[in-house]
């Protein structure tokens, strides 16, 4: 992680560019290994709520990309108007982590990217039935077929951080 001393003063495209390259919400505290406990309990509340609701289900994503099904666009835009509503109350009331950490926004620049990514991620999705989060979540049902589809998504990211640096951005 790059950084920089407090008093060193830094153009704001400067700024910009190395928000592309560094993970600046990263939290600089250490703790204990017990401490990520909590999130496997909330991973394990996430994959059951994924099953119980069918986002998970191959068959509703397919009912999905074929316009057939309004559940997923429901599922996705009760989501969407959560986390516009989470980010007005966080930006609104300055609200901090549970650690005390200031939760920062800081602005993204467009790409054509961003475009390609997108259209080959949904591609993925639509062949797959599986995006990154309920992956896990397919596997732990029993769809072992799914571990493919990891182990290609692992790869992805893999080629992506390998060629970061000469695809256009």
């Excluded at 600046?24 to 994959?47: M, P, R, T």
């Excluded at 099953?51 to 397919?62: A, D, G, L, N, T």
């Excluded at 549970?98 to 990217?113: L, S």
Aim: glycine letters at 10%.
């Amino acid at each position: 992680m790059v950084k920089i001393a407090d008093a060193t003063p830094i153009s704001k495209d400067l700024e910009i560019r190395m928000m592309d390259t560094v993970c600046v919400n990263e939290s600089q505290l250490e703790h204990k290994w017990y401490h990520n406990l909590k999130y496997l309990a909330v991973g394990l509340l996430f994959g059951i709520i994924f099953v119980k609701s069918e986002v998970i289900s191959w068959y509703r994503i397919q009912e999905m990309f074929r316009l057939q099904s309004f559940h997923m666009y429901g599922i996705i835009g009760s989501a969407v108007v959560v986390g516009a509503i989470s980010v007005w109350l966080i930006k609104r009331f300055n609200i901090k982590t549970i650690y005390g950490e200031q939760v920062m926004f800081h602005p993204k620049t467009f790409n054509k990217g961003q475009i390609f990514g997108g259209l080959i991620f949904g591609l993925g999705w639509a062949v797959t039935g599986a995006c990154p989060g309920p992956l896990f979540a397919q596997i732990g049902t029993g769809a072992s077929v799914i571990l493919i589809t990891l182990l290609s998504a692992i790869a992805g990211t893999w080629v992506y951080g390998y060629l970061r640096e000469r695809l256009p951005h």
